[in-house]
């Protein structure tokens, strides 16, 4: 755990085959991260743009596109597993993720099919099956959990959609009988990309929707008190140069709480970044942001809901472009 006092972990956002043979194994004992997530993009970037990759596949060769994809990606999800299991057996997280079909993302029973799949295949319990939150994603959490199968609830933008990710984890831990680690993924950064420019031009503070937002839903997750389950704050990367490269780590500091960023801003934080609780942030501070925004036209519901749909097309879009190039 990075700040122990706070049960504060850090998570690296990235996977790639030669990274887990070097950098990540030095990072973990740093200790400085003590657990990973993927996604279809990071993937995409991973097997499209690394050399480690080229044996393994032409040796699949006989196989669907589909098929090859998921060789690859059990494979680094099993090392990083593998990797990461000393501290999951000593209970400091240890955990990697890997995110199903995208494709899924409207049909529970596909979900919850490929999500058991593939956590009985890669047979590592410091395996998160990452599912979207949508409609047929809850019922799916809440299946996976009920047979004990640890998940990651993505693309939250919404403290709605938060709250149905709780209360499908509480109703699948209930049903297993026993705790299961659950974490729901809010995404930061893309929010303050999509309105900071618009908020300069009316004088309106950025880089704050997104951090106020994320705040926000950070304490209905906590509210709940759903055993096993805690808010991990993602799309935590910065954009802007006029914002020091760790802003969305050290902006969302909060206890029981995870981050997961790419490398180069787990780097800066732990060189540059406050260690210091940021959160929780008063609603009556939120709300002022709130009204600002509402007060030069912006309805952030409409726009939080464009990015969960964009979010959803990106997700499709870069496995999509995986299997083509397979």
């Not at 809440?142 to 709605?160: D, M, R």
């Not at 831990?173 to 009316?202: C, M, N, P, Q």
């Not at 906590?222 to 991990?232: I, M, P, T, Y």
């Not at 009204?291 to 997700?315: N, P, T, V």
Request: charged content about 25%; glycine content about 4%; hydrophobic content about 45%.
């Amino acid at each position: 755990m990075y700040i122990e006092d706070l049960k504060f972990s850090l998570w690296a956002d990235f996977i790639e085959r030669d990274y887990l043979d070097n950098e990540f194994k030095e990072l973990i004992r740093k200790k400085i991260i003590n657990g990973a997530t993927s996604n279809p993009a990071i993937f995409k970037n991973a097997i499209l743009s690394s050399d480690a990759y080229i044996a393994q596949l032409e040796s699949l060769d006989n196989m669907s596109a589909k098929e090859k994809y998921e060789a690859v990606a059990i494979y680094d999800i099993t090392k990083a597993a593998d990797i990461l299991r000393p501290l999951y057996d000593a209970g400091d997280d240890g955990y990697v993720s890997i995110e199903v079909d995208p494709f899924f993302c409207d049909d529970a029973a596909a979900t919850i099919a490929e999500g058991k799949r593939l956590f009985q295949t890669i047979d590592r319990p410091n395996v998160m099956i990452k599912v979207p939150a949508t409609e047929a994603g809850y019922a799916a959490m809440e299946a996976l959990t009920a047979e004990g199968i640890p998940v990651n609830a993505t693309l939250i933008f919404k403290k709605s959609q938060a709250l149905s990710c709780a209360e499908a984890f509480e109703k699948g831990t209930a049903a297993y009988g026993k705790k299961v680690d659950t974490v729901i993924s809010i995404f930061v950064s893309r929010v303050d990309r999509a309105l900071d420019k618009i908020l300069a031009e009316h004088n309106i503070a950025v880089a704050l929707t997104g951090i106020y937002n994320s705040a926000a839903i950070y304490s209905a997750i906590e509210s709940k008190k759903v055993e096993g389950c805690r808010a991990l704050f993602a799309s935590t990367g910065v954009k802007d140069d006029s914002l020091p490269a760790y802003y969305y780590v050290e902006k969302l500091l909060a206890y029981n709480s995870v981050n997961t960023a790419p490398i180069d801003t787990i780097k800066a934080f732990d060189a540059h970044g406050k260690k210091e609780k940021a959160l929780p942030i008063e609603e009556s501070v939120i709300e002022v942001h709130m009204q600002e925004l509402q007060s030069i036209g912006i309805h952030l519901d409409d726009l939080l809901q464009k990015q969960i749909d964009d979010g959803l097309e990106a997700f499709k879009d870069a496995f999509k472009e995986i299997l083509e190039a397979l």
